[in-house]
């Protein structure tokens, strides 16, 4: 089994681009199972630190853990095998413009040698959660914004990860859809999904009675259960 | 499981570039022509050379007056030569025979010569491991120490001539075929390196869902190798066209071309020779990839 502990931490973490300071001394962690919320001003780091988390960026100080390995000391070839256990909902969708709805959320599948008849009906099932199935043939750009933000969402769902990062999920959702995807959110942490959400909207974690991390010019300045 | 996939990619990525992948494959495609075409002439003039010195004899030219004796005595010591591979005893008057019978249609020539001015004369024949120009050169200087020989004809000039053919004929043919394999391994280098950064957005995504290195490269290498693959059979294509136009066409006219040969064996590898050098190209445009 999997060694105990949080399924993340962050210890004095800090992070720099050029000269300016992304995250600054940051030490945290999320709990196995737990759900969180990162709120914070724009540019205040959320997305920076969401890419130490599934190691599209490294550290210059500090260590992070995810689920007991150290990504600071990791192999390089062991990447892969820790990004496939994170499902992540990208601030700027990364859907490649040349597949349809179907092929994008296949990817997942695909990248980990699945099957093609499991991956028929694991993205059909991806697709209805986020209420797209009927939607299966069509190209990202034929999409309205929401639509390409749902066909993300079922992306980073569809290979059931252990952790799921959601970075401004509801960013380009009317607040009914954005309801939908936080009920959906709900429903996958109620299956023992750690999740962690940066967003500024209020609306997503007022009443929540999670844990809720505020970001300010790359500190950590607050953390309250609202 | 994952294999199919990465040939689904390629293919769709062969279909999606055609142009730049069309284009690299007739490059590659005129590579390897040009590669094989140099092969044909080294081929043939190996093979055409191979045989010439056994054509070859080395002319051991008598004293006047020597008794028979003497005569066998020359036989005998040029026999036990290493290099020799037959030694065959010419009269005087055989060899005017000879010559009278070479000369018939220009008798003129011979006109006021009653008496035979010939000697007699030993041809030598060399077995084919002493034919480079060294120990030819060596066995004539001591054949002319043999008493009773008076003098040693042999093609000396011809012989060297003919070794630095078959040196230069091989010094340039490794050459060209260095590099036409860098030329066409580099064309399959930037052909990849370039779909490669077309696809940049991809295979960032790719590796950000969690795709290992080889999940990435092999669509590339898959691609490399049908690239290569196929400049190699249209070259096979067109060296047998070229073939069925040497044989039925020109060797008609121009006899040279009757005997020319051509390598089969080395034509039908052209494509694994692509496919080799495509796959080599993709291996070093992908270099080492960062997560
Ligand atoms: N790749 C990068 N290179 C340089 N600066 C960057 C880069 N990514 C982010 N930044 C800067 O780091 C700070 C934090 O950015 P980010 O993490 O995207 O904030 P948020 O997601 O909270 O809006 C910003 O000032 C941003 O301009
Ligand atoms: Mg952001």
């Known amino acids: 089994m999997e060694p105990a502990g949080p399924m993340i931490h962050f210890q004095n973490v800090s992070k720099e681009y050029e000269n300016l300071t992304a995250l600054h001394d940051l030490t945290f962690s999320v709990e196995r199972g737990e759900m969180v919320f990162l709120t914070g001003p724009s540019g205040s780091g959320k997305t920076t630190l969401l890419k130490l988390i599934y190691v599209a960026e490294m550290p210059d100080h500090g260590s992070i853990t995810i689920a007991g390995w150290d990504t600071t000391t990791l192999r390089e070839a062991s990447i892969p ?101 936080m009920r959906t959110f709900k429903d996958i942490h109620a299956k023992g999904t750690t999740i962690l959400v940066a967003t500024h909207n209020r609306d997503l974690y007022r009443n929540s009675g999670k844990r809720i991390f505020r970001l300010h010019g790359g500190a950590l300045v607050g953390e309250e259960v609202c | 499981m994952a294999a199919p996939y990465a040939v689904k990619l390629a293919l769709q990525s062969l279909k999606k570039d055609k142009w730049i992948n069309l284009l690299s494959m007739l490059t590659i ?175 960032e995504t790719f590796k950000l869902l969690g795709a290992t290195k080889s999940f990435i490269r092999a669509p590339f290498l898959i691609e490399g190798a049908v690239i290569g693959a196929s400049g190699g059979m249209v070259s096979l294509a067109a060296l047998y066209v070229l073939q069925h136009f040497v044989i039925f066409r020109m060797a008609a006219e121009v006899p040279v071309f009757r005997t020319m040969l051509f390598p089969a064996d080395f034509f039908l590898s052209l494509p694994l020779i692509g496919m080799f050098l495509g796959i080599s190209g993709a291996v070093i445009a992908l270099g080492r990839l960062k997560f």
């Open chain 1, 81 to 181: 095998f820790i990004r496939r256990n994170i499902g992540v909902v990208f601030q700027d969708f990364r859907l490649l413009d040349n597949r349809n709805v179907f092929e994008n959320v296949s990817l997942a599948l695909r990248i980990r040698g699945v099957g093609e008849r499991e991956i028929k009906s694991r993205v059909a099932d991806a697709l209805k959660t986020v209420n797209l199935r009927h939607k299966a043939d069509s190209y990202p750009r034929r999409l309205s914004g929401g639509e390409q933000q749902r066909v993300v969402i079922a992306r980073a769902i569809v290979a059931e990860p252990t952790v799921l990062l959601a970075d401004e999920p509801t960013g380009n959702l009317d607040s009914e859809t954005a309801e939908g995807v």
């Open chain 2, 29 to 203: 495609f005129s590579g390897l022509f040009i590669f094989s075409l140099s092969y044909l002439i080294f081929y043939n003039v190996e093979a055409a050379t191979r045989n010439l010195p056994e054509k070859f004899s080395l002319v051991l030219y008598l004293e006047d007056n020597l008794t028979r004796d003497n005569i066998d005595e020359v036989m005998a010591s040029v026999r036990s030569r290493r290099e020799v591979a037959a030694a065959t005893y010419i009269s005087k008057e055989e060899a005017f025979r000879e010559l009278k019978a070479t000369l018939k249609n220009s008798q003129y020539v011979l006109e006021g010569i009653d008496d035979n001015p010939l000697p007699d004369s030993i041809e030598v024949k060399l077995r084919k491991d002493a034919m480079s120009s060294e120990p030819v050169r060596k066995l004539a200087e001591t054949a002319k120490k043999i008493k009773g020989v008076s003098e040693v004809d042999y093609g000396e000039k011809f012989l060297s001539t003919l070794h630095d053919i078959r040196k230069g004929v091989r010094i340039v043919g490794i050459i060209l075929a260095s590099l036409l394999s860098i030329g066409v391994v580099f064309v399959c280098y930037s052909t990849v390196k370039i779909l490669f950064y077309r696809r940049n957005d991809e295979i």
